[in-house]
């Protein structure tokens, strides 16, 4: 189970890249431009107004308090920014919450290759502005009672800040995930559960979320970005990751351990496939589990060996030195086999009906990623080139 905070900043990261592709970008560009129109609207009223009470105070003053004029604007623009600033993230969201489910939507079909069992069109999501906007305020209704205990606190140095921090990271986490979460119908109840059991991936997305938010113009493509992460957190971590299919994701099978690649992230995954943790997520199990069955497999499985290497490099931190066992290993290596053509194409994460083209992109899109050079493994790195060569023969 993925509690790293540091996997939840990823998804919000990667909910960036996913936004910037084909199909996606509409969801971001038409919410913008209407914020954009909206705000400048107003910029502009608010000029005129401040002009004409402006006018009507230099007329009633007298002449030497001309200078005035120059105080009054530079303070105007500057309480215009500070307003503009705090608001336009605010009503983007309103303005941009129909079309939020959409997003997730989208974004979930891309990654997964599958359709939602009932797809959502832009007639349905018109159609659903009121019961969106309902769902907006139920939600802002339960921050608001959730935060009056964290408010109080606040009152606390040091450590009331950092609670309140903590409470709007919580509360983002919330906002966001609502979307793809509701696509599958599941309750607010089920949903603040799924979130709470991996706390902390989900505090990190929520509190990168809120780092990000203050700053300027970025905080503009927040929302879909976020929304985008959120799902793909989803389908990676929330909805289970024995259901998730995707020709972005590639596996790596040994005997004891299935590895799996994603390709938009870069983040290592898997199960376990022998043994009393069959079947469990190698995210589920605790670090010291994990060396406890990489000292078993240096004994008699070389290469389930080096996939752990792997995992435990990449996802857990936890570095292997040379590892005299599993070079000096009693039971030899099983003589090598080349290859299936299925296996490979599992590593590439690409389909049957894959030109070369699509291979060597897949290749090379992989090898730029897990190279060793660039903080990867020699293991992975072998099966990569190794499944290229299959194919490409």
Request: aromatic share 8%.
């Amino acid at each position: 189970m993925a509690t790293n905070p540091l996997s939840g900043a990823g998804y919000l990261l990667q909910g960036i890249r996913l936004i910037t592709r084909p199909g996606l970008r509409r969801f971001v560009v038409v919410p913008l431009a209407v914020n954009v129109l909206i705000f400048a609207a107003a910029i502009a009223l608010g000029v005129r107004v401040f002009e004409n009470a402006l006018a009507t105070l230099d007329a009633r003053l007298p002449s030497w308090l001309g200078w005035l004029d120059w105080v009054l604007w530079p303070l105007f623009v500057l309480v215009l920014l500070v307003v503009v600033f705090n608001l336009f993230a605010l009503v983007a969201n309103l303005i941009a919450s129909p079309f939020n489910s959409l997003l997730a939507e989208k974004v979930e079909r891309m990654l997964t290759e599958r359709p939602l069992c009932e797809g959502s069109t832009l007639a349905g999501v018109m159609s659903d502005i009121v019961p969106t906007l309902v769902e907006e305020l139920r939600k802002l209704l339960y921050a608001l009672v959730l935060g009056i205990p964290f408010l109080l606190l606040l009152f606390v140095p040091i450590v009331g800040q950092i609670l309140w921090f903590l409470y709007i990271a919580w509360v983002l986490a919330v906002q966001y995930s609502d979307y793809p979460m509701g696509n599958h119908g599941m309750k607010f109840r089920e949903m603040r559960r799924r979130l709470g059991q991996q706390r902390g991936m989900s505090l990190g997305f929520g509190a990168s979320a809120a780092m990000l938010s203050m700053v300027p113009l970025v905080n503009f493509v927040l929302m879909p970005s976020a929304v985008a992460g959120a799902t793909a957190m989803w389908v990676r971590e929330l909805k289970g990751a024995s259901n998730y299919q995707s020709p972005t994701r590639s596996r790596v099978a040994t005997r004891c351990v299935l590895l799996e690649i994603d390709h938009l992230s870069g983040r290592i995954g898997g199960e376990v496939l022998v043994g009393p943790d069959a079947g469990r997520s190698l995210d589920q199990i605790p670090t010291e589990d994990l060396v406890e069955m990489l000292e078993t497999c240096y004994a008699g499985d070389p290469e389930s060996a080096e996939a752990l290497e792997v995992y435990l490099d990449r996802e857990r931190g936890r570095k292997t030195e040379e590892a005299p066992r599993r070079r000096n290993a009693e039971t030899p290596r099983a003589p090598i086999e080349r290859m299936h053509p299925d296996e490979a194409r599992a590593i590439l994460g690409i389909g049957l009906d894959a030109v070369p083209q699509e291979v060597r992109s897949a290749h090379r899109r992989l090898i730029q990623r897990l190279h060793p050079d660039r903080g990867g493994s020699d293991y992975l790195a072998s099966k990569i080139n190794e499944a290229k060569q299959v194919l490409s023969d």
